[in-house]
């Protein structure tokens, strides 16, 4: 198949070229690069080592025999977009090109102002495009489990049957989201819906859990970024980096809030399930795309465990939650729609987060270097007061239209 990935140079987005190369896919891909300027504003970068997008191009042809066709765009630069999509011609798109972070939406009002545009009027471009230039492809979009929040009920993969007044329906369950960016994917997800029954598109809606991993080769420019800052870095990347480099384990709060989680491989081999099985024309279907549901606390305390086979002492200090969460709440999400195509998963958690440990290790000193951006400074009921020296990108983009200015006057 030929599959355009939206968001190429991301965490997702470059394993899940490698990983659909291997399977003999044809992959082609668009980026604007964000990810490196936000992790870059956060004052952080990842833990292991990234190649330039040209540096991994060159080393995506060499392995994979084909080069990757790759466009430099924003998604919201709608002409580039559908010029893009007329030219590769997919006969599937996944939509990984998105803001990820929630503590990222939740600064201040710049940057939950940027976080919904960005994705929302990105994945409305997309919509359009596609519907002009490749409306048979199916559409993987990229959604996230806190699209739901804590119901105190089992939550259902998308819709449910309610029955009101003695009339019986089939709905979408609903969206508690619980940050500006969760919100961001929750308007995505109506506007997929929409797209699907006005166009004929069809789409998978993927509301994956919290992903964790890392992704190394022997060729370095193959590796996969991991961020381990307040924003982009997740919470079992986050205590594997801590661990590492000596410091405690910060889970937030009480710590017994719960997620679902996959690991990084559980996830590629999920969204390739999801991309060789499409869906009807005008179907918009729904996964829950999680492997394990654990406690912050759980998490904790099986990174400590790993780290026993290295001979790394590790303390767990919970923290003040930065966030507005609930703590102590249910959680029983299904998950059977990805079994069913026969998603299994692959090496279980401790072993996954050993092969972190040992992928992490030999990089602790840049760690170490930026351990400062492993406390959370984003408080989430009062976002003024957070002491993140961050630019808003009204002011960062004066910045760079003034730098561009000042390199024609030279
Ligand atoms: N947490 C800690 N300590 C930390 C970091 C996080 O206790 O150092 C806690 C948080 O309070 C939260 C949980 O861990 O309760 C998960 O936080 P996270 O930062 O790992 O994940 P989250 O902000 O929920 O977002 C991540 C991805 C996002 C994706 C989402 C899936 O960044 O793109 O949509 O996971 S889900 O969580 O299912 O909504």
Same mark, same amino acid.
């Given at each position: 198949m030929r599959v355009f990935i939206a @968001?190429?140079?991301g965490y997702l987005g470059w394993t899940l070229a490698q990983h659909l190369a291997r399977q003999g896919h044809d992959v082609g891909g668009a980026d604007a690069l964000l990810r490196r300027i936000w992790v870059d504003e956060m004052e952080s970068l990842s833990a292991i080592p990234i190649a330039s997008m040209d540096e991994r191009l060159a080393s995506f042809g060499e392995h994979f025999g084909k080069p990757m066709r790759f466009f430099a765009l924003d998604l919201r630069d709608h002409t580039a977009l559908c010029a893009a999509l007329a030219e590769f011609k997919p006969d599937a798109v996944v939509h /990984? =090109? +998105?803001?990820?972070s929630a503590p990222y939406s939740m600064i201040d009002f710049h940057h939950a102002d940027f976080v919904q545009h960005n994705n929302v009027s990105g994945t409305l471009s997309l919509l359009f495009a596609m519907r002009d230039h490749c409306p048979e492809a199916h559409l993987v979009k990229l959604g996230s489990? @806190?699209?739901? @929040?804590?119901?105190?009920l089992d939550i259902p993969e998308g819709f449910f049957e309610v029955e009101y007044r003695g009339r019986r329906d089939q709905l979408p369950f609903p969206r508690q989201a619980g940050s500006w960016y969760h919100w961001s994917k929750v308007f995505d997800s109506h506007n997929v819906a929409f797209a699907c029954k006005l166009w004929g598109l069809r789409a998978t809606d993927v509301m994956q859990g919290v992903v964790y991993g890392t992704w190394l080769d022997t060729?370095? $420019?193959l590796n996969t970024r991991l961020d381990f800052d +307040?924003?982009?870095?997740t919470a079992l990347n986050r205590f594997c980096c801590q661990a590492v480099i000596g410091k405690p384990l910060m889970p937030y709060g009480q710590g017994t809030q719960r997620r679902g989680f996959l690991s990084l491989a559980d996830s590629m081999h999920c969204l390739s399930l999801a991309i060789e099985h499409p869906p009807a024309a005008s179907e918009y279907r729904v996964f829950n795309q999680l492997r394990e549901v654990l406690s912050v606390n759980d998490l904790a305390q099986l990174v400590r465990v790993a780290c026993e086979s290295f001979e790394l002492a590790v303390e767990i200090k919970p923290l003040d939650n930065p966030r507005v969460e609930a703590e102590a709440h249910h959680y029983r999400p299904d998950s059977q729609h990805l079994r069913q195509l026969g998603f299994r998963q692959s090496l279980p958690i401790d072993e996954e987060i050993r092969n972190m440990i040992g992928d992490l290790l030999p990089h602790r000193d840049r760690i170490a270097a930026h351990a400062?951006? /492993? =406390?959370?400074?984003? $408080?989430? $009921?009062? !976002? $003024? !007061?957070? !002491?993140h020296s961050v630019r808003t990108h009204d002011e960062r983009d004066a910045h760079e239209r003034e730098e561009a200015r000042e390199r024609e006057r030279t």
């Amino acid at each position: 198949m030929r599959v355009f990935i939206a @968001g190429v140079d991301g965490y997702l987005g470059w394993t899940l070229a490698q990983h659909l190369a291997r399977q003999g896919h044809d992959v082609g891909g668009a980026d604007a690069l964000l990810r490196r300027i936000w992790v870059d504003e956060m004052e952080s970068l990842s833990a292991i080592p990234i190649a330039s997008m040209d540096e991994r191009l060159a080393s995506f042809g060499e392995h994979f025999g084909k080069p990757m066709r790759f466009f430099a765009l924003d998604l919201r630069d709608h002409t580039a977009l559908c010029a893009a999509l007329a030219e590769f011609k997919p006969d599937a798109v996944v939509h /990984l =090109a +998105e803001c990820p972070s929630a503590p990222y939406s939740m600064i201040d009002f710049h940057h939950a102002d940027f976080v919904q545009h960005n994705n929302v009027s990105g994945t409305l471009s997309l919509l359009f495009a596609m519907r002009d230039h490749c409306p048979e492809a199916h559409l993987v979009k990229l959604g996230s489990m @806190g699209e739901y @929040g804590t119901p105190n009920l089992d939550i259902p993969e998308g819709f449910f049957e309610v029955e009101y007044r003695g009339r019986r329906d089939q709905l979408p369950f609903p969206r508690q989201a619980g940050s500006w960016y969760h919100w961001s994917k929750v308007f995505d997800s109506h506007n997929v819906a929409f797209a699907c029954k006005l166009w004929g598109l069809r789409a998978t809606d993927v509301m994956q859990g919290v992903v964790y991993g890392t992704w190394l080769d022997t060729d370095a $420019r193959l590796n996969t970024r991991l961020d381990f800052d +307040e924003a982009f870095g997740t919470a079992l990347n986050r205590f594997c980096c801590q661990a590492v480099i000596g410091k405690p384990l910060m889970p937030y709060g009480q710590g017994t809030q719960r997620r679902g989680f996959l690991s990084l491989a559980d996830s590629m081999h999920c969204l390739s399930l999801a991309i060789e099985h499409p869906p009807a024309a005008s179907e918009y279907r729904v996964f829950n795309q999680l492997r394990e549901v654990l406690s912050v606390n759980d998490l904790a305390q099986l990174v400590r465990v790993a780290c026993e086979s290295f001979e790394l002492a590790v303390e767990i200090k919970p923290l003040d939650n930065p966030r507005v969460e609930a703590e102590a709440h249910h959680y029983r999400p299904d998950s059977q729609h990805l079994r069913q195509l026969g998603f299994r998963q692959s090496l279980p958690i401790d072993e996954e987060i050993r092969n972190m440990i040992g992928d992490l290790l030999p990089h602790r000193d840049r760690i170490a270097a930026h351990a400062d951006q /492993l =406390a959370p400074t984003v $408080r989430w $009921r009062d !976002s $003024r !007061s957070h !002491s993140h020296s961050v630019r808003t990108h009204d002011e960062r983009d004066a910045h760079e239209r003034e730098e561009a200015r000042e390199r024609e006057r030279t």
